[in-house]
């Protein structure tokens, strides 16, 4: 029997707004080569996950992908990595 489970993606970013009432705003951060000039630029990618877990601002989240569950929300948070100091 094999195991049919799919594994979620995860990703890894900053809670930059908590300010919704179960909605956490998390921003991506990730380093590419510019195509032409070589140089490494930074890009993000802003996400809406859902915080069941009750994480702040400037908190470090690792999100999973997850049905929609709503226009914008498509992720979960799964776990805390860091809390913000303060």
Same mark, same amino acid.
């Given at each position: %029997?094999?195991?049919?489970?799919? &594994?979620?993606? @995860?990703? +890894?970013?900053?809670?930059? $707004?908590?300010? %919704? /009432?179960? @909605?956490?705003? !998390?921003?991506? +951060?990730?380093?590419? &080569?510019?195509?032409?000039? =070589?140089?490494?630029?930074?890009? $993000? @990618?802003?996400? *809406? #996950? &859902?915080?069941?877990?009750? #994480?702040? /601002? =400037?908190? !470090?989240?690792?999100? #999973? /992908?997850?049905?929609?569950?709503?226009? @914008?929300? *498509?992720?979960?948070?799964? +776990?805390? !990595?860091?809390?913000? /100091?303060?």
């Amino acid at each position: %029997m094999s195991d049919n489970t799919k &594994q979620a993606r @995860t990703l +890894e970013g900053r809670v930059i $707004s908590n300010k %919704m /009432e179960k @909605t956490v705003t !998390v921003l991506i +951060e990730r380093q590419v &080569q510019h195509p032409l000039l =070589g140089k490494i630029v930074r890009r $993000s @990618t802003k996400l *809406h #996950a &859902q915080n069941d877990l009750g #994480a702040n /601002e =400037g908190d !470090v989240v690792r999100i #999973a /992908e997850c049905r929609p569950l709503s226009k @914008t929300k *498509h992720h979960r948070v799964v +776990e805390i !990595v860091t809390r913000a /100091e303060g």
